[in-house]
């Protein structure tokens, strides 16, 4: 009998100890402070500030006029003799005569119910950017005969409901006062400022 109360005594104590013992290590690993993530590096979309230009909002910016849109998700100035320049002038084949090239990121949609283009069935110009001047559209001689091309942009076709997602080149000789995005489409007209007018 007193064995037995021995042996009862002994396993309540080991199931104690061991629930005990859990506890301790359940809660030492909660009070372990987790892993630090590696800190994430802010998404590069511009760099404007470098050339004096101080944004009034911050990219990506939309202008829609028209049941068309125009997003600018990136973009990049260089001087044309910059290296970054030469790689993308030489690997799209653009013939670029002004001081800069500027590189930019975009989205095209088409939340209309016909057709919106810039082909040769329809020249004219769905987007602007503006600094003190237009900056010029350059053409990719490598890629121009392409349509909706997603690496350098030069001819498209946007049926309803239709999105792009591309690249586009241009080239400027001004000054860098101001920053405006102009779209056009179907006599409607809308732009918008991301560098606002000095006063």
């Known amino acids: 009998m007193k064995k037995t109360m021995i042996?009862?005594?002994?396993?309540?104590?080991?199931l104690f100890s061991g629930v005990l013992g859990q506890v301790v290590v359940t809660n030492a690993a909660a009070a372990?402070?987790?892993?630090t993530a590696?800190?994430?590096a802010p998404v590069v979309r511009d760099n404007l500030s470098n050339y004096g230009l101080k944004k009034d909002i911050e990219l990506p910016v939309t202008v829609t006029a028209g049941g068309f849109s125009y997003t600018l998700e990136k973009i990049m100035?260089?001087?044309?003799k910059s290296a970054a320049a030469q790689a993308l002038i030489k690997k799209y084949g653009y013939s670029v005569d002004k001081k800069y090239f500027i590189w930019t990121?975009?989205?095209?949609?088409?939340n209309s119910k016909v057709v919106v283009q810039q082909s040769?069935?329809?020249m004219s110009d769905k987007?602007?950017?503006i600094f003190e001047d237009d900056a010029y559209k350059s053409m990719p001689s490598l890629k121009a005969d392409l349509v909706n091309n997603k690496e350098a942009l030069w001819s498209w076709k946007l049926a309803p409901s239709q999105k792009l997602s591309t690249y586009q080149a241009y080239s400027y000789d001004g000054s860098f006062?101001?920053?405006?995005?102009t779209v056009d489409n179907k006599k409607n007209s809308e732009f918008k400022y991301v560098v606002p007018q000095v006063k």
Request: no cysteine.
């Open 7 to 14: 042996k009862a005594a002994l396993a309540g104590s080991m």
């Open 32 to 35: 372990k402070p987790a892993a």
């Open 38 to 40: 590696a800190p994430v």
């Open 77 to 80: 100035i260089m001087e044309t």
């Open 105 to 110: 990121k975009m989205t095209i949609a088409n």
């Open 120 to 122: 040769s069935k329809d």
């Open 127 to 129: 987007w602007r950017l």
């Open 177 to 181: 006062d101001v920053f405006l995005i």
